[in-house]
């Protein structure tokens, strides 16, 4: 470790305070000092080099470092670095941006809200749902139904929202009056005792009962990401989406898709709603991949028929709530650039022409003792590991065996995301062949290193 790394260290542990950190943890290790970053690799302060198979926190979709994107940013910069969104005035690369998220979006939702990240975006909704309830009279609808192990952010109404257990720790408050959790739809090690086809009805029948107990006319929105991310990139079982947005048009419960992760290609197309789920929801949450992480950014893209009640002539309201950089313009021009570079690099169509070959390489893990399940699409993945492959009992919680493999992996130049049981990756859409092939070889070897250290832990 060379001087400037310890000094970054010591400098990162005296004042800044990382999210989600351990404090335990890091007061020992420490963080790992990223200094630059080039395309799908990364390079600390000490000039390891490392693959970053999670796309930064699966939000880098184009890769990092590129000059376009900041020539586009520096122009914005230099024309009009910021102007205010509130009220009566606008700014050019909002509304085109605007226009072009209504264009890319599925069916009526043309409007667009904009904050500053996936967290506002996910408040914003919440809000734009007690909103358009009260505006059409529907007053007592508050309640919001969401799903166990699901992961919506970090501020006060998206994190109450979250169902992440590890997520409510006693410290904190949460709503926890009017959002209801049900279960989250993950089969594997859960529920292997039904069919898919029984798991299904049963997560069908829990919801509608869930919203017939709380009475229909007091459920506001379901929140559902098209696959869980941070819970551990759960694929729902099949039909799972549609139902429950038919469940939901049903019972006049909003369908919120939370695509966040999900959105501007990382399942190969814009939005996985519609082109994946074939569901068309209410609300879109997005961020992420809207700007690859080049600057923050967040929208709330909603349908006509929100805004038609919501903006109703004659009764002279106001969406009470924004931000100063709602629809800042030099985040904007960012994304239209990366959404343009997307089209031209046809990077949706790398996904899906290269998903296959990333499935069938990551299956030929499945020889490893301790890998019990492989699952994902399209350029999101995960490797649960288990101790038991016959009954997929779990590494008690405290070994943390995803963060052990992990540690391995990144000695070998590849950055996995750990999640407890579990190796997650979200790698930039321009990965290729060769870099699928280093990421399965390199997670291999960590593996098996794993797997001897945890002999030697006497761990049989
Ligand atoms: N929703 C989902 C599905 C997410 O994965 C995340 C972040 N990982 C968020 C919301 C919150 O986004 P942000 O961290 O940008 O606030």
Known sequence: MNSFTKEIMQKDKDHFMHPWTIFDVYKTDGALPIETAQGNYLEDTDGNRYLDAVGGLWCNNIGTGRKEMADAIAEQVIKMSYANPFVDMT??????????????????????????????????????IQYYQNCRGKHA???????DM?????????MSIGGKKGDHPAEFDFIDDTIHHITAPKQYGQHEDKSEAE????LLNELEQKILTLGADNVAAFFAEPIMGAGGVIIPPVGYHKKTWEICKKHDVLYVSDEVVTGFGRLGHWFASEDVFDIQPDIIISAKGLTSGYLPLGATIFSDQIWDEISEDGHGRCFAHGFTYSGHPVACAAALKN?????????????????????????TLSDLPIVGDIRGHGFMWCVEFVANKETCELFPEEMDIGKQISN????????????VHLNVMSPPLTLNKTEIDFIVNTLRVSIEATLIDLEEQGYH
């Open 150 to 158: 699901s992961y919506h952010g970090s501020t006060y109404a998206a």
């Open 339 to 363: 959404i343009e570079i997307m089209e031209r690099e046809q990077l949706l169509e790398n996904v899906t022409t290269l998903a296959p070959y990333f499935k069938a390489k990551l299956e």
């Open 91 to 128: 700014n050019v690369p909002a509304t085109l941006l605007a226009a072009k998220i209504a264009e890319l979006a599925p069916g009526s939702l043309n409007h667009v809200f904009y904050s500053c990240g996936g967290s506002t975006a996910v408040d914003t909704a919440y809000r734009l």
């Open 199 to 202: 798991f299904l009805n049963f």
């Open 141 to 147: 609808k508050k309640h919001i139904i969401s799903r």
């Open 408 to 419: 391995h992996a990144d000695a070998k130049g590849l950055i996995v995301r750990p999640v």
